[in-house]
């Protein structure tokens, strides 16, 4: 299983961009996918998470600029970032949990290979 993740790039300030996550591989179902973030020197925090019914949950610092969304169909992932600011720069990772596999008896946890999101000032 990989989650590949794609959209980072530089934005100005106040600009905005969509990350995509696509999960591929043998996959059954997924429960919570998401985005977390790390800046340099920070640990990674949680920015939001969806369930597969479409429950979502946000850090206060982006609730009201970014959206998350899936498409359970493609087991894909999205985050829409508006109103950016500076201090959203970071590594935007994507996770898949609850992952179950075809045949086998466990859940599994997966991340994507992490994409940079800088916005200047």
């Known amino acids: 299983v990989q989650l590949q993740a794609s959209g980072g790039g530089l934005v100005q300030a106040g600009g905005s961009l969509r990350l995509s996550c696509a999960a591929s591989?043998?996959?059954?179902?997924?429960?919570?996918m998401g985005w977390y973030r790390q800046a340099p020197g920070k640990q990674r925090d949680l920015v939001a998470v969806?369930?597969?019914?479409?429950?979502?949950n946000y850090a206060d610092s982006v609730k009201g600029r970014f959206t998350i969304s899936r498409d359970n169909a493609k087991n894909t992932v999205y985050l829409q970032m508006n109103s950016l600011k500076p201090e959203d720069t970071a590594v935007y990772y994507c996770?898949?949990?609850?992952?179950?596999?075809?045949?086998?008896?466990?859940?599994?946890?997966?991340w994507g290979q992490g994409t940079q999101v800088t916005v200047s000032s």
């Open positions: 969806i369930s597969p019914g479409g429950s979502t």
């Open positions: 996770n898949a949990d609850g992952v179950v596999r075809p045949g086998l008896p466990y859940e599994y946890i997966y």
């Open positions: 591989g043998n996959i059954f179902s997924i429960n919570v």
